[in-house]
C-alpha cells in the first residue's frame, strides 16, 4: 500500500487539507502524460517553431543593443507593420487559384520587399531621429523611441480602421493566403501538429544561420563585432562606426518586419494592432534572458523560452488549475480554479525574473554592451 502525501493550503481564510496518493499526484501525472511519445512530439515540435519565432523576433533588438546600446521601444511597431504590409501584397497577390509553389513564391517575394523597405526606413530613422540623442542619457533614448511607437501604432489603427478591419482583432484575410501544405494538420505518433510549426522551425534555423555568417564572414559584420567591443578603438582603426550604426540600425528593423511576415501567417499571432505589444515583449523576454547583446544568447534564450511557453501550452487545456495545486480532492467546487489563457505567458515572464534574480546581466551577458 502506497503512503499518501499530505497536501495542506489556505484559501479565504479556510485551511484544505487532502490525502494524496504518491503515485496519483499531478506532478507524476503531468511527467508520465508529457513523456507520452504522441505529446512528446507534439511538445517539441510547437516549442521549436515557438522558439524559431521567437529568435526571428529578437535578433534584430540584440543587433541594435549589441552594437549601439540603444533600447529600441519601436521593435514591436516596426514588426507589427511588417505583418500588416506583408499581409496586403499576399491578399492582393493570391486568390483561391494559386498554388502551393506560387504562394510560397509571392510569400518569400513579400518577405523580401519588407526586409528591404522596412531597413530603409529603419536606416532613415538612424539618421534623422536616433542619432540626435546619442550623446544624452539613456532617458532620451526612450522616449524618442516609445514617441516613435506612439506614432506608428495610431497610424497603422487609423489606416486599418479607414479599410473596415477591426485594429485590435487578428485581421483574418491572410490566413486564406496560406498554403494547403502548411495548413493542413499532421498525425505524428498519434499526435496532431500543424504545418506552419515545421515551416517556422526552418524559417528560425535560416535566420541564426544567416546572422552568425553575416556577423563573422562579413566585413560589415566584423565592423559590428568591433563596435560592440570597443566603439573608441575601432573608429581609431578607421571605421566608419557611425555608417555601421545606421546599417545595423536599418538591419535590426528589417529583421523585426520580416518577423511581422512570419506572424501574419501564424494562427497563434495574426496581423493586428496590439501585435507590436506583443512582439515587443517577446523580444525583450528573449534578450534579457540571453543576456542584452548576445546573439548567442539570443538563441539560447529563444530556445529556452520557446519550450518553456510550448509546455505549458500543452498543459493549458489537459490540467486544470486546481491539479496544478495538488488540491482538487480536497477544494469544495465553489473553490475551483479555472486556469489563465495568460499562463505561458506567465511562465516566460516567470522565467526572466529568475534568471534576473539568480544572473542580473543574462544567461551570456556581460556587465557593459554596446557604445557611441
Not at 116 to 142: C, N
Request: charged residues 15%; glycine residues 12%.
Amino acid at each position: 500500500m502506497t503512503t499518501p502525501v499530505l497536501l495542506t493550503t489556505e484559501l479565504a481564510g479556510e485551511l484544505f487539507t487532502a490525502a494524496v496518493p504518491l503515485e496519483s499526484t499531478p506532478v507524476s501525472r503531468v511527467l508520465r502524460d508529457a513523456l507520452d511519445p504522441g505529446a512528446l512530439s507534439r511538445i517539441v515540435l510547437d516549442s521549436l517553431s515557438k522558439a524559431g519565432l521567437y529568435i526571428t523576433i529578437a535578433v534584430g533588438l540584440t543587433l541594435i543593443f549589441g552594437l549601439m546600446g540603444v533600447l529600441n521601444f519601436a521593435h514591436g511597431s516596426f514588426a507589427m507593420f511588417g505583418a500588416y504590409i506583408g499581409g496586403v501584397i499576399m491578399v492582393l497577390a493570391i486568390n483561391s487559384g494559386t498554388g502551393d509553389l506560387a504562394r510560397f513564391a509571392v510569400f518569400f517575394g513579400a518577405a523580401a520587399f519588407v526586409l528591404a523597405l522596412m531597413t530603409a526606413v529603419g536606416s532613415a530613422v538612424e539618421r534623422k531621429l536616433i542619432r540626435s540623442v546619442y550623446d544624452r542619457p539613456p532617458l532620451f533614448q526612450i522616449l524618442l523611441t516609445f514617441g516613435i511607437v506612439l506614432v506608428m501604432d495610431e497610424a497603422a489603427r487609423i489606416v486599418v480602421e479607414a479599410r473596415g478591419i477591426t485594429p485590435r482583432s487578428r485581421w483574418e484575410a491572410p490566413f486564406d493566403t496560406l498554403p494547403s501544405v502548411l495548413g493542413a494538420r499532421y498525425d505524428v505518433l498519434g499526435s496532431t501538429i500543424r504545418g506552419i510549426w515545421v515551416f517556422e522551425i526552418f524559417v528560425g534555423i535560416a535566420i541564426v544561420v544567416g546572422t552568425y555568417l553575416f556577423l563573422t564572414r562579413t566585413r560589415y559584420g566584423l565592423y559590428i563585432r568591433a563596435g560592440s567591443e570597443d566603439g573608441e578603438m575601432a573608429q581609431a582603426l578607421g571605421i566608419d562606426i557611425r555608417q555601421a550604426f545606421t546599417l545595423v540600425f536599418g538591419l535590426g528593423t528589417g529583421l523585426a518586419a520580416f518577423s511581422g511576415v512570419i506572424l501574419m501567417w501564424d494562427p497563434r499571432f495574426g496581423a493586428s494592432v496590439p501585435l507590436s505589444v506583443e512582439a515587443l515583449l517577446i523580444a525583450f523576454v528573449v534578450v534579457i534572458i540571453g543576456g542584452l547583446g548576445t546573439f548567442k544568447g539570443t538563441v539560447v534564450a529563444g530556445v529556452l523560452v520557446g519550450f518553456i511557453d510550448g509546455f505549458t501550452t500543452w498543459l493549458l487545456p489537459n490540467y486544470s488549475a486546481v491539479e496544478f495545486g495538488l488540491l482538487s480532492a480536497a477544494l469544495p467546487g465553489e473553490w475551483s480554479i479555472p486556469m489563465a489563457s495568460s499562463l505561458p505567458e506567465a511562465t516566460m515572464f516567470l522565467a526572466l525574473v529568475a534568471v534576473l534574480v539568480v544572473r542580473p546581466q543574462g544567461l551570456y551577458g556581460v556587465e557593459e554592451v554596446g557604445g557611441h
